[in-house]
């Protein structure tokens, strides 16, 4: 993170933070009783569920701006789509098996079956956008760039001459017909397949397209494979293109030769792909996770996809043979897995795309000459993207290479493919260190990947550890312990992100680099905890879930209710990712009816209903969605002039509090503290572009530059400080 930024930037994020500060909305309404318990109060809670459906809306909102440029519009619509895929993967399909279980209301009291509803009908419609903009908006702008997609029938006979010599030398070996029959059961269908479906009859008569009602046809599956693109080239330059889908479909003929084909379409399922992990039955967690991931590829479908020239009689087969109901099925008119296009994106046209980010690294680094060095000098705030990653990575190889670095520690959750992080491990292993590694084998949809990179550090020598159980650990934590003269020095990486380097190319994180002795001495205490029997369950610095992270949390906002209450400055700033812990939502309507001003910047579920007379009208809610994906922790205090912040690894939700290990920070340099609060959360405050704040009502409202008010973006602001540049 940069020392400083130009002074004009600094003052008028300064000022709107102090006139926000200095001017609380002061409760004026009677005060409402707040119930002890919050469950099943739908007044005063947004539905879960709902509120995430809105976070995904305003992703979608992001495609439909014509501001983007071209390819980014069509990445956001692939993140909606992305989005929604995990969303019945974990979500709606848990809530199916809340049904079938008769299980109680969420903490907001909608029924499960009641959720299932409105998810289907506040969804539709978003599809329906998404769809138009696709094949209305996306589709023709990139053919005017010429970038051109066609189904098989739209090629010219030249362009068909090239699909069909592409499918028969790439595409058929690899295809099998799976036909239904008494011999033949409906075959299994896997996850997120895209496959077509089509009725097949005996002779090769075309008087009467076969059907599910004409004696002697049978329905076939024919799975599109997931390791041919779905974007067949079909011109010398690449730039136009045949869908896979449309091609197969053509050459059905070779595939069931001799037989009337009546007309493919094209379906795709999602699983149930959350389940629970007997961890403490487990003899071998590793072995566990891997029969987990196996088990997920065969969950119970909780989704039905299909074109909408797909005939009602195949529908109902479908929906049948997979145990859904109407409810579960969605009709697409276009792509049903418009990700699969993001093909696109690795084209050459950086004029459709965003410009690149002008990355920096921190001056104390570069300056002192030693990274050792500059971290002794002070603490170290990092801002990624803006923040370039290799601080992190250099960090880390640095310390596996420097020869009076005696050990290093690491929690690992999502570290991606051709981790650098890991390489640097493994030499320092190699180079006589010790090292060792907690690799959390539970973190969802990278487990295959954790258990790959979990077997190649233990085969290297790493210590590698999976964590306590019934725990997931979310934290990010680093540790390197170094001899200097007589004494051994602990330098600490603490961060808001992965150890990812590709993620953290478009997540906004931050970290902190320090040797504080306090902080690295709990960093000690909670590595003995994760990787052997020591039970420390107090810590002088750090904020530890689930040990001291939720109590400490609510103390800090009751102590600013009790500020307010004394007629003392009181103030709290937080931005987290979501916002569903029932504790913490009851201690800031406290906060809110005593007087507190609290501005909440929550990117994506937020349960707490804003603007409330007598209860929350104190509290604003924002939501900062841009070319980046909010994914920073941050907490500030007023503490009565005597200002506190933090960050850390946890969102305000009971998953995190409870059944995470976590991890937030203290900053205790004032100058950091300083650039923390003007320079970050200033901007997300002021920003009038990417943000869009929450309604009572549960709508969102996007924010827009008032008159003659300049617009501000915070994104690009923090994108366009160009001190300490490397």
Request: glycine share 6%; proline share 5%; charged share 25%.
């Amino acid at each position: 993170m940069r020392e400083s930024c130009p002074s004009g930037k600094v003052s008028n994020m300064s000022a709107a933070l102090t006139q926000a500060k200095q001017k609380p909305q002061v409760e004026t309404s009677p005060k409402v009783a707040l119930p002890r318990n919050l469950r099943h109060q739908r007044r005063l809670l947004f539905n879960r569920e709902l509120s995430w459906l809105e976070f995904n809306k305003r992703v979608l909102d992001e495609a439909l701006d014509t501001r983007h440029p071209l390819l980014e519009r069509l990445k956001f619509l692939a993140i909606f789509s992305t989005n929604l895929d995990e969303f019945f993967m974990v979500r709606v399909s848990g809530l199916q098996e809340a049904v079938e279980a008769e299980a109680e209301a969420s903490p907001d009291g909608m029924k499960p079956a009641e959720q299932l509803k409105e998810i289907s009908q506040k969804l539709r419609p978003m599809i329906e956008t998404q769809t138009k903009c696709l094949q209305s908006e996306i589709m023709p702008a990139l053919a005017a760039q010429g970038i051109v997609i066609k189904q098989y029938s739209e090629l010219t006979k030249r362009e068909k001459n090239l699909a069909d010599e592409y499918f028969l030398e790439s595409v058929f070996p690899i295809l099998t017909p799976q036909a239904v029959d008494p011999g033949h059961p409906f075959p299994y269908i896997s996850n997120l397949s895209l496959n077509l479906g089509v009725m097949i009859g005996s002779g090769n008569s075309k008087s009467v397209e076969p059907t599910l009602r004409i004696p002697g046809s049978r329905f076939a599956r024919i799975k599109i494979p997931p390791s041919v693109p779905v974007l067949i080239p079909v011109d010398e330059k690449g730039v136009k293109f045949a869908l896979l889908g449309s091609v197969i479909s053509a050459n059905l003929n070779a595939l069931f030769p001799k037989m009337r084909i009546g007309k493919p379409h094209l379906f795709r399922i999602t699983r149930d792909a959350d389940f629970d992990i007997r961890e403490d039955e487990a003899g071998d967690l590793m072995r566990t996770m891997q029969q987990h991931v196996r088990r997920r590829r065969f969950g119970h479908p909780a989704r039905l996809e299909v074109s909408t020239s797909m005939p009602a009689e195949m529908i109902e087969y479908l929906t049948t043979s997979l145990q859904l109901t109407p409810n579960d099925v969605y009709q697409i008119d276009g792509p049903l897995n418009i990700p699969d296009l993001m093909q696109l994106y690795g084209m050459d046209r950086p004029e459709l795309k965003d410009k690149p980010l002008y990355l920096t690294v921190p001056s104390e680094l570069t300056a002192s000459g030693s990274v050792f060095a500059g971290i002794r000098r002070q603490d170290i705030l990092l801002h990624h993207p803006y923040t370039a990653y290799s601080t992190v990575t250099d960090f880390i190889r640095t310390a596996a290479k420097d020869k009076d670095v005696v050990a290093i520690k690491i929690c690992l959750y999502r570290t991606g493919r051709n981790s650098p992080i890991v390489e640097a491990l493994i030499d320092a292993v190699e180079r006589g260190k010790q090292v060792a590694a907690l690799v959390e084998l539970k973190a969802r949809f990278d487990e295959e990947s954790n258990i790959e990179w979990a077997r190649r550090l233990e085969e290297a020598g790493v210590h590698v550890v999976y964590g306590i159980v019934g725990l997931k650990t979310h934290c990010k934590l680093t540790l390197v312990v170094r001899r200097e003269g007589n004494v051994l020095r602990r330098y600490v990486h603490l961060a808001t992100g992965n150890y990812n380097p590709t993620t953290s190319r478009i997540y906004t994180d931050l970290g902190l680099l320090t040797v504080d002795e306090t902080i690295a001495t709990d960093a000690t205490n909670l590595f003995n905890a994760l990787t052997g029997y020591s039970d420390f369950s107090s810590y002088d610095s750090l904020l530890v879930a689930p040990v001291n992270l939720r109590k400490r949390m609510i103390k800090l906002i009751q102590r600013e209710t009790a500020n307010a209450k004394a007629g003392r400055p009181a103030r709290i700033i937080a931005k987290v990712n979501s916002l569903t812990d029932m504790a913490v939502i009851r201690a800031l309507y406290a906060a809110s009816q005593a007087g507190v001003s609290i501005d909440l910047i929550v990117r994506g579920i937020c349960m707490l209903r804003p603007g409330l007379a007598g209860i929350s009208s104190n509290i604003r809610v924002r939501s900062i969605v841009g070319r980046f994906l909010e994914h920073s922790r941050i907490f500030y205090f007023a503490n009565n002039g005597r200002e506190e912040l933090f960050i850390g690894s946890a969102d305000w939700m009971h998953r995190n509090l409870s059944r995470r290990v976590e991890v937030v920070i203290p900053i205790k340099d004032e100058r950091l503290k300083k650039q923390l609060k003007d320079t970050v959360i200033g901007a997300y405050l002021k920003d009038n572009v990417n943000a869009r704040e929450l309604k009572a009502d549960g709508t969102y409202v996007r924010l827009k530059p008032q008159e003659k008010e300049p617009r501000f973006d915070s994104q690009l602001e923090f994108a366009s400080i160009k001190s300490n540049v490397l």
